[in-house]
């Protein structure tokens, strides 16, 4: 037997205004797209913002279903949205912001386990890494230079 120890890498910013302009700019575009999100089960509220190597800006939020689980994330609304629109551009950035109606929401918040899985297949469709950048309504913002860092032991078509 041995033991196997993973470790990852972020980098954690006190706030938006540390980053470069075009990520303010896309996680600007990622809390405006909270404001779209049909979320009155859970009150909370997911905005993300993706930027293509084609310039195209595409924000998706989080869509809820009173069968709770045909509901959809943000950041899967968003993915599979370019994915559709743009099979053949790059996705360069993602910018989540996360929010609840209940209580403010300080600390950045991940993206869940499904939607890591969804952003994987087209990181590794594209060969190339996505940013992703995730914050509360306010305060840190916390910085992965790929998802591959956000999901050790990942899924992929290498075993099928
Ligand atoms: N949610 C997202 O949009 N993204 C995540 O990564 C985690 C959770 C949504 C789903 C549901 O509408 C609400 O947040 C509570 O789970």
Redesign the pocket.
């Known amino acids: 037997m041995k033991e196997i120890k993973i470790e990852t890498i972020l980098q954690v910013f006190e706030n938006v205004n540390e980053l470069p302009q075009h990520i303010v700019t896309l996680m600007q575009k990622a809390v405006e797209a909270r404001e779209n999100?049909y979320?009155p089960?859970?009150k909370?509220?997911?905005g993300?913002a993706i930027r293509l190597d084609n310039n195209q800006i595409i924000t998706g939020?989080?869509?809820?279903n009173a069968s709770y689980p045909s509901?959809?994330?943000?950041?899967?609304?968003a993915i599979y949205y370019a994915g559709s629109q743009f099979p053949n551009a790059k996705i360069l950035q993602m910018a989540?912001s996360?929010g609840s109606k209940k209580n403010q929401t300080k600390t950045p918040?991940?993206?869940?386990g499904?939607?890591r899985q969804a952003i994987a297949e087209y990181e590794i469709k594209q060969e190339s890494p996505i940013e992703i950048y995730f914050m509360g309504e306010t305060g840190k913002v916390a910085k992965s230079k790929s998802l591959a860092n956000l999901l050790p032991l990942v899924f992929d078509k290498g075993v099928l």
């Open positions: 999100a979320a089960y859970s909370f509220h997911v993300v939020s989080n869509q809820e509901g959809l994330c943000a950041e899967r609304t989540i996360a918040i991940p993206p869940c499904a939607c």
